[in-house]
């Protein structure tokens, strides 16, 4: 037996809610596109200004002075050598300066709402669901949204990219907080404390080593997502492998891959390293 139920508007909504936001916000959007693809072009000018061994030089020693291991820093040197080698340097660095963009505006973001949702029983209750519809929602989707707001190129993969990235900086912040030890809590009170003074000098250094692994889950997920934005024109490598996707080219593919898993595999032990630190 059928039943005849009407179907429920939710697409058509989206779309009356995505164009009436495009209509009367456009200009604003265009303010942005322009602004923060300035700000990208910028940074790629200025990664590749240095020549490619000074730069994997470079990156080599902040590896070491940071994780002070010795087999990571030559993973690094070999690795970016590798990459050189392949002929993908400048897509490389393309990649990590929309990592680094999209990572840095997540984190200006996902933080202050990651204390407040700590601090905020309403805010957490209210910040969680939209979260876990946030992490389950398929990563492609926020690649259509991002088109009609900013057009194809970088600056719709660096929104997709923060959307899709977020959750964890702002769970893990919020998990961190609220893990600090209510004894420690009620002596910095009994000392006279106020909210910010708990907050700056006792919940968020003992929280530190919650919020740098948020923030190492942030960027695994801002690269996974800019390599996905290849689709929308994000290029990098992320490009590379979209071109040979569509040219039938394996080998090329392949190297694309590799390429950013020792990227990955490179940010991945470096944001680790800083958290033991911080720790």
Request: one cysteine or more.
């Amino acid at each position: 037996m059928q039943f005849d139920i009407p179907k429920l508007p939710v697409g058509q909504s989206i779309e009356v809610i995505i164009d009436f936001l495009v209509e009367h916000f456009s200009v604003l959007t265009n303010v942005i596109s322009h602004i923060t693809e300035a700000g990208i072009n910028l940074l790629i000018k200025v990664m590749l200004l240095p020549p490619p061994w000074l730069f994997i030089i470079l990156i080599t020693g902040t590896t070491f002075a940071i994780s002070r291991k010795k087999g990571l820093s030559l993973f690094t040197l070999i690795g970016f050598l590798l990459i050189l080698n392949m002929g993908l340097w400048n897509a490389t660095i393309s990649t990590l300066a929309l990592v680094c963009v999209a990572t840095l505006i997540t984190i200006a973001i996902g933080f202050p709402l990651g204390i407040l949702a700590a601090l905020n029983d309403t805010a957490n209750k209210i910040t969680m669901p939209i979260l876990d519809f946030m992490q389950t929602m398929p990563a492609f989707v926020y690649l259509i949204p991002a088109i009609p707001f900013f057009g194809l190129g970088k600056v719709a993969a660096i929104f997709s990219t923060m959307i899709f990235a977020m959750p964890p900086s702002i769970r893990l912040t919020a998990l961190g907080i609220r893990q600090v030890p209510r004894d420690l809590i009620e002596a910095a009170d009994s000392f006279g404390s106020n909210k910010w003074q708990k907050l700056v000098k006792l919940q968020i250094p003992i929280a530190t080593p919650t919020i740098m692994a948020g923030i190492n889950q942030t960027i695994m997920l801002a690269l996974s997502m800019v390599v996905i934005a290849a689709m929308i024109g994000a290029k990098g490598l992320g490009g590379e492998v979209w071109k040979a996707i569509q040219r039938l080219q394996p080998g090329k593919g392949f190297e694309a891959g590799l390429s950013i898993v020792i990227v990955a595999i490179v940010l991945d032990r470096l944001m680790q390293s800083l958290g033991h630190t911080r720790k």
